[in-house]
């Protein structure tokens, strides 16, 4: 069964650019589909971006040119390059693995805070 490790939240200003990391481990990596989602504070977790075992992707409206999710099978990497950030990103970003649209296997959150 895979286990995740999300990496690489912080502090960044409006603009700016940070890069989340999705370590995984344990077998089956590779078929799984990928998805990043995050929580704001008093709202409901929200899907932000899902990769295919094939790497077909797809991405929520408001981050669409912004937000770029890639996966590295022979590392059992997944990433999301978030560039152009703005204040309403600011929550905790989860690294998920799923099939056929389930996420069953969670990571434990990284937060992105994106303040002037």
């Known amino acids: 069964q895979v286990q995740l490790v999300e990496s690489g939240g912080g502090l960044v200003q409006p603009g700016g650019s940070l890069r989340l990391s999705c370590a995984a481990s344990?077998?089956?990596?590779?078929?799984?589909?990928m998805a990043w989602y995050r929580q704001a504070p008093g709202k409901q977790r929200e899907l932000v971006a899902t990769?295919?075992?094939?790497?077909?992707?797809s991405y929520v409206d408001s981050v669409k040119g912004r937000f770029t999710i890639s996966r590295d099978n022979a590392k059992k990497m997944v990433y999301l390059q978030m560039n152009s950030l703005r204040a309403e990103d600011t929550a905790v970003y989860y690294c998920a693995a799923g099939v056929s649209g389930i996420y069953t296997l969670w990571g434990q959150g990284t937060q992105v805070t994106v303040t002037s």
């Open positions: 344990g077998s089956g990596f590779s078929i799984y589909t």
């Open positions: 990769i295919t075992s094939s790497g077909r992707t």
